[in-house]
């Protein structure tokens, strides 16, 4: 995060120097990709907790939480440009060489996230949970293949 | 981002141990307002590229992004919990003692990011620009009190 507030603040003011935008390059891809997982998380925790009976079920809290979610799902592919990995990247190189299948699990994530927001938009608390073990399946199947476990 | 790999792991395996819902929890919400943080200047400078003339003005491409930085924009207050200036902050400790003033602020940035969502919906580049600039008014003015510059 170090490079972020100078360029934020460069952004900001009008005032982007070639230095500041050559700042950004490297490891920007991985800095965003890597900060839609976290806020994926953010709001994929707390509806396991309900899944789970660890927290009350909320059908409406769970339904604004996975509609962030299938946002997120949206925004990911274009954050693993080729050529970016790079410094703290827990990517594994086959995500380049296996393309159109990594393409394929993040389509699989999509559909699934946005099915689940679709069906927590309802009442039937078992479907919106089913919805969401389907999701977390697709979101394994990519990491057991793509992410690095070191 | 040490953590995340077996957080998404367990949470996408169903197997979340007291051990790993433990391990996300201190600094989980810095982690998230930076990874939304980062989320947004990845639609940002694009958008500064073309209202700067460094990138071919594109009203399609304008608004689908500055659609994005809305959304992310009604997800960051949440990411600022009292006890959350911890590990890699840049936030200052006057986000909480003067919450009041740093939740207007950031609905200032909500208010001012639809405004440009829905200015950039249309075909009026000069008033595109203007809402840009208007956006990038209140990141700063935030930045400028509750962002270390360090």
Known sequence: MR??????????????SAVALAAIKPGTAVAYRQGVYHAILWNFVPMSDMVRGRTPWNQAEFAKR??????YSRQLLEGFPPGSLTGRS???????THWP??????????????????????????ATK???????????????????DD
């Open 3 to 16: 490079r972020l507030p100078l360029v934020l603040a460069a952004v900001a003011g009008f005032a982007i």
């Open 66 to 71: 996975a509609e962030r979610v299938s946002f």
């Open 90 to 96: 827990e990517a594994k190189p086959g995500i380049w």
């Open 130 to 148: 089913a919805a969401f073990a389907k999701t977390a399946e697709t979101c394994k199947s990519c990491h057991d293949k793509y992410r690095r």
């Open 101 to 126: 299948d990594f393409e394929a699990r993040m389509q699989a994530f999509e559909n699934a996230s946005a099915a689940m927001a679709q069906t927590a938009r309802g009442t039937d608390e078992a």
